[in-house]
């Protein structure tokens, strides 16, 4: 199994909706991530878990909660959004995180296309 | 952070050999260079990564020269499937930020 599954694949919400995001891979990564993508605009890093614990946290708002319950799942909350957080959500996962032995592949989810109302 | 630097957009036609240079002038000596693809609303999809000379795999090759501040994807007789946003990236294998951050990318179109 070498995907990595999103849900839902779309997601409209109100500004006062509480909702999540979930990502999953039986791949055995210990890394995962996720990214922002904007229309016509590249992915931009928010999160990256290794090991199940937050190591890098791109100063995103805290509206946007993450969480990895365990090595196969990973997490967005999402609560008090604004419309300028209408986006393209990408989880991805690799192997490890700071391992010079890894390829530094990332294998990305189809998205979680978000608008928020 | 080493940044990279690529066209923003190319056309071809399909069957020809398209090559994609990214510059990034002050890569670092651990940095590998690693290109994705990615199709409109869709994650980014690995295509090749390398460190110095030429690395070719089935679906494209890499060339880096010895001074590794530039890097050139070619892909060999391109279809129209192959109409995409190829990213460059740059970075220690698998850590930190920059082998994390996707550059502006350059958006491919093939015609018949």
């Known amino acids: 199994d070498t995907e990595v599954t999103q849900t839902p694949k779309h997601l409209v919400m109100g500004m006062t909706n509480k909702k999540s995001l979930k990502c999953e891979q039986h791949?055995?990564?210990?890394?995962m991530y996720w990214y922002k993508q904007k229309a016509k605009k590249p992915p931009e890093l928010m999160f990256v878990?290794?090991?199940?614990?937050?190591?890098i946290n791109e100063s995103v708002p805290s509206r946007f909660s993450p969480e990895c319950p365990n090595s196969s799942l990973l997490n967005l909350h999402l609560h008090a959004l604004q419309p300028e957080d209408s986006a393209l959500y990408l989880c991805?996962?690799?192997?490890?995180?700071?391992?010079?032995?890894?390829?530094?592949?990332?294998?990305f989810g189809e998205g979680s296309r978000l608008t928020v109302l | 952070l080493a940044k990279t630097t690529q066209p923003i957009s190319m056309d071809s036609y399909e069957g020809q050999e398209v090559n994609i240079t990214c510059s990034h002038n002050n890569i670092a000596t651990n940095d590998y260079i690693t290109w994705y693809q990615q199709f409109p609303s869709q994650g980014p999809r690995f295509i090749i990564q390398?460190?110095?000379t030429k690395v070719t795999n089935e679906v494209a090759s890499l060339f880096i020269p010895a001074d590794r501040k530039s890097s050139t994807l070619s892909l060999p007789r391109v279809s129209l499937s192959d109409t995409a946003v190829y990213y460059c990236?740059?970075?220690?294998?698998?850590?930190?930020?920059?082998?994390?951050?996707f550059g502006s990318g350059t958006r491919l179109q093939v015609q018949p």
């Open positions: 390398g460190y110095k």
């Open positions: 990236l740059v970075g220690d294998k698998g850590t930190g930020r920059r082998a994390l951050t």
């Open positions: 791949m055995g990564h210990r890394a």
């Open positions: 991805a996962s690799s192997s490890r995180l700071g391992d010079s032995m890894n390829t530094g592949e990332l294998f």
């Open positions: 878990y290794s090991y199940e614990k937050l190591s």
